[in-house]
């Protein structure tokens, strides 16, 4: 008897988004799997199909039936199910009528709280035909689609129309219904090559019954890897290399069944255009591939994908010049235009550009940008003049009419421009840098004011935002304070900039006009960024705790922090970490405690100022074992040695030299009773854990370490 069998989902559609295509796929053959897994259905190799028009999955070896499930469902108690005389209650007999047999069927079931009644049986599993309609109903209906549709007279909802639906296990056709469609075996191949309805005769058929009588390439990552490879050679053949952005090879895959390169060209002269003009108008708007010419320069040549086999392939290459062509040309000509006016020129149009209801004009933040920066520069000991003017500057793109075509284009047409109004080099760069990192693994500023530029332009949009209370909620950051803490951040420590974040964000909220929240805002923004470090390190592997160990200290400077957390990190996985950071909170547990076993004055000292304080009131005259003597020595030691490479922020050879105090510790503990009765030697020896313990707050506070 036939236990497994090959099963195939096709959902045929209108065209679906491009940009969702991959999603879409995926979301769907992994919810499809998880639900028959949840189910108890086991089968073999799966593969996942997404093209323009269909999400589809081929299964291997489904089980057709889900396995037997034994039960036991527990009645009356005994005591309850029969009278005096051993015959059967109402309590019984409703409960042996309810699972359809005798009393005297009914087992017995010894429990710490007597004796039960239990019906024991097999729960026979359901045919995974019967299953499969609900389960791949429940797969779509949970899909990431952000906006659904309707179509015709129905009140089915999805992403696009849906137009046919195969269903196959085995040989045989599953009996369902889907948004409305019957499910059957035929399948639609390309819209123009094969427009008639395609037979599946078994589901491992799919594929290749698409690929050789439909015209399309259903496997996603197969069309993919086909259009890099069919660019790469058609690209070749014009003495050229085709620019393959990842994104774009994706959108492409999503809207081509049948991909065929083909190569087109534009007249040279556009090439006097900035090329990432030129990039921009060719990929975001039509899609195409740039080409590189051997010196690295942009080709006049571009490559695209046709979804079709054409029987004269020059009339489309001729097409689709023609399409370029007027977008080139539009940038030709903002090129041109925009070159008449200065930059300098244009910040005085800035001010009828709102940059926030509450923040005032991109004048305004030009203004802030300016101050912000230079003081940076300052800060730095870097030129002033050059930051200062770069972020007068840096917005003044924002209302020219290339930018205003092409937005991506925010920074780089600034750095044109002011080329071209002779601004130096240095001035220029900063402006094209103002916007890095743009995201997660982007890179960073690398002159000295572009990485001032761009600190001044994310601690400004977080000074202001928080300050009139619009930090970002849940999922909405319509400013991108996240990803501007993070590069704040990433600037500061990988171009190892040792500022101090809590007074940069006090400089920039000092330069807005009115703030509401001034008075909260610095500590509200610094703990934002402080949290975004936290998952950082987290994604780079650390320990929490490793990084909570260093935050206790209440640090604000990101560059001293990502020194510490690498010191402690190292410190963490050595032999001693454990008992020094367990002899670290126990000592923060007694000097916590500390205000009530001191003498009167020291208990006054100690409440003004702390286990600092208390550190400085030890007294050797008033040591009574030899352990307190060798640890005291081992501190005054350590607090020579360790002052050097503190001054160096070599935390990580500071708590390598202070871990050789373990066995100093530990034999202190061993040894002394630190709450001795005679009060004196009591307070003497909490100020020397007192000394010990601020030797190791120097780096971190290791007492936060998990054990």
Not at 145 to 153: D, L, Q, S
Not at 197 to 202: C, G, S
Not at 278 to 293: A, G, I, R, W
């Amino acid at each position: 008897m036939t236990t497994h069998a090959d099963f195939l989902i096709e959902l045929g559609t209108e065209e679906l988004p491009p940009k969702a295509l991959k999603s879409l796929q995926d979301a769907f053959a992994e919810g499809l799997l998880s639900r028959l897994g949840d189910a108890g259905l086991n089968f073999g190799a799966a593969d996942r199909f997404g093209a323009p028009r269909r999400l589809a999955v081929v299964l291997k070896d489904l089980e057709l039936k889900q396995p037997d499930e034994a039960f036991e469902r527990r009645g009356p108690a005994v005591k309850a199910a029969f009278d005096a005389d051993g015959n059967p209650t109402k309590a019984a007999e409703g409960f042996a009528r309810s699972n359809g047999v005798s009393v005297d069927q009914l087992e017995r079931m010894e429990t710490s709280k007597g004796e039960w009644l239990v019906y024991r049986g097999v729960e026979p599993g359901r045919a995974t035909k019967d299953l499969l309609p609900d389960l791949v109903q429940a797969t779509l209906d949970a899909l990431p689609i952000p906006k659904r549709m309707r179509w015709g007279a129905s009140r089915d909802e999805f992403v696009r129309p849906v137009q046919w639906l195969v269903m196959l296990l085995g040989d045989d056709v599953v009996p369902a219904s889907i948004y409305g469609i019957e499910a059957d075996r035929f399948t639609r191949g390309h819209r123009f090559h094969a427009p008639d309805p395609i037979r599946i005769k078994r589901p491992t058929d799919y594929a290749d019954v698409l690929k050789e009588q439909g015209w399309v390439l259903a496997s996603f990552d197969q069309r993919r890897a086909t259009i890099a490879e069919q660019a790469k050679v058609a690209a070749e053949a014009k003495g050229v290399t085709a620019v393959i952005d990842d994104d774009l090879l994706d959108e492409v895959t999503a809207l081509n069944e049948w991909p065929v390169a083909l190569v087109g060209q534009f007249d040279e002269r556009f090439l006097d255009v900035p090329a990432e003009a030129l990039v921009s108008s060719m990929q975001e708007h039509q899609k195409y591939f740039p080409t590189m010419d051997e010196q690295g320069r942009l080709a006049s040549y571009f490559v695209f994908i046709a979804n079709l086999e054409s029987k004269d392939p020059s009339q489309v290459i001729s097409g689709n010049e023609k399409v370029i062509r007027p977008r080139l040309a539009d940038a030709a000509f903002f090129w041109d235009t925009d070159r008449k006016t200065p930059l300098v020129e244009r910040v005085e149009k800035l001010k009828s550009v709102t940059f926030q209801q509450k923040l005032g004009s991109l004048h305004d933040k030009a203004g802030r940008l300016k101050a912000i920066a230079g003081e940076i520069a300052r800060r730095l000991g870097d030129d002033v003049e050059v930051a200062e003017r770069a972020a007068w500057l840096a917005k003044a793109d924002l209302v020219t009419d290339m930018v205003f075509e092409f937005d991506d284009m925010q920074g780089i047409a600034g750095y044109y421009y002011a080329l071209h109004d002779g601004e130096p080099d240095t001035v220029a760069r900063a402006i094209l840098e103002q916007y890095k990192p743009a995201g997660a693994g982007d890179e960073l500023p690398t002159s000295r004011a572009g990485m001032a530029v761009a600190l001044a332009d994310r601690l400004d949009n977080l000074a202001g935002l928080f300050g009139i209370g619009q930090p970002p909620t849940g999922t909405k950051d319509p400013f991108a304070l996240r990803r501007a803490a993070l590069g704040v951040l990433r600037i500061l420590v990988e171009r190892e900039l040792d500022l101090d974040l809590h007074e940069l964000v006090a400089f920039a909220a000092d330069q807005h006009a009115n703030l509401p929240q001034r008075e909260t805002v610095v500590d509200q923004v610094v703990d934002y960024a402080l949290d975004r470090f936290s998952a950082w390190y987290q994604d780079d592997g650390f320990r929490p705790d490793v990084f909570q160990a260093v935050r206790a200290l209440n640090p604000s400077r990101p560059l001293d922090i990502d020194r510490r957390v690498k010191a402690v990190a190292g410190f963490s996985a050595m032999a001693q970490a454990e008992a020094l950071a367990a002899a670290n909170k126990r000592v923060a547990n007694l000097l916590n405690k500390a205000g009530d076993n001191l003498g009167t004055e020291l208990a006054k000292g100690f409440k003004q100022g702390g286990p600092a304080w208390l550190a400085r009131q030890a007294n050797p005259s008033l040591f009574v074992e030899s352990a307190e003597t060798t640890l005291w020595d081992a501190i005054e030691t350590a607090e020579h040695d360790v002052a050097p490479m503190l001054d160096k922020t070599d935390y990580q050879g500071a708590l390598q030299r202070l871990a050789t105090l373990r066995d100093e510790v530990d034999a202190y503990f061993d040894q002394v009773m630190v709450m001795a009765e005679d009060p004196a030697v009591r307070a003497n020896r909490l100020a020397v854990l007192a000394r010990l313990r601020q030797l190791f707050l120097q780096v971190a506070d290791i007492s936060v370490l998990q054990q």
